[in-house]
């Protein structure tokens, strides 16, 4: 199985999410992960794991994200993968509880490498999706519904007009984009080929 690099580190922590959360069949994964931190630290240094649990969802736990970003992703790990929503709604963000206060420390803006997850039928570019080139989605053959912001001033947007599986198109902030050539040209190709476009 390939090891594969993401270039943005938090898409990265968000398929970590995915994975792991789907890999035990639990939201609140990150607790299982005691003997592949001892292994980290040996070399790593840092805490001890037991002292890093207390404070999860309490204090700011850089050590941990660190250690997260060391936990390897494979093609496999990503070709599993067939709903995606980008949200704040992850177990992840509990290593820095408050975040929202503090910047957009999460944020993703860069969506390169999400073609790995290539069985993906369902993706949502919600609230951690910072303007960014939608050009990665090229690769997702397969994807079906596509939900995303109009209000974002992302790049090669066109791509969603000829995504081939796609069947809905979900818009939020659709207004803002009404008087967009680009945006209306998309939407027209999409209805012609009867997808469902909501939002517009």
Same mark, same amino acid.
Request: aromatic letters at 10%; hydrophobic letters at 45%; glycine letters at 8%.
């Given at each position: ?6 270039? $943005? @580190? ?23 992960? /005691? ?10 240094? /840092? ?14 736990? #850089?050590?941990?994200? @660190?250690?997260?970003?060391?936990? #390897? ?6 070709? *599993? ?5 980008? $949200? ?14 503090? /910047? ?24 951690? !999706? ?5 050009? #990665?989605?090229?690769?997702?053959? @397969?994807? *079906?519904?596509?939900?995303? $912001?109009? /209000? &974002? ?6 791509? &969603?007009?000829?995504? #081939? ?5 979900? &818009? ?5 984009? *009404? ?11 999409? @209805?012609?080929?009867? !997808? ?5």
């Amino acid at each position: 199985m390939a090891t594969i690099e993401l270039a $943005d @580190r938090n898409l990265r922590l968000a398929l970590l999410d995915e994975v792991y959360t789907a890999r035990l069949e639990d939201y609140w994964w990150l607790s299982s992960l /005691g003997e592949e931190y001892a292994a980290y630290q040996a070399s790593a240094g /840092g805490p001890a794991w037991d002292e890093i649990i207390e404070q999860l969802g309490i204090d700011y736990l #850089p050590q941990l994200e @660190r250690f997260l970003l060391t936990l #390897p992703l494979t093609s496999k790990d990503l070709a *599993q993968v067939t709903d995606l929503c980008l $949200d704040g709604d992850r177990e992840v963000y509990q290593l820095y509880p408050g975040w929202w206060h503090f /910047g957009r420390h999460f944020s993703i803006t860069n969506l390169d490498g999400i073609a790995y997850c290539e069985a993906l039928e369902d993706l949502d570019l919600n609230s951690m !999706v910072e303007a960014t080139s939608l050009a #990665p989605l090229a690769g997702l053959t @397969r994807l *079906q519904r596509l939900g995303l $912001d109009a /209000g &974002i001033q992302n790049r090669d947007v066109g791509v &969603i007009a000829a995504l #081939p599986a796609l069947t809905e198109l979900v &818009i939020f902030n659709g207004a803002k984009a *009404q008087d967009n050539e680009e945006w209306r040209s998309i939407v027209s190709a999409l @209805r012609v080929r009867g !997808v469902a476009v909501h939002g517009w």
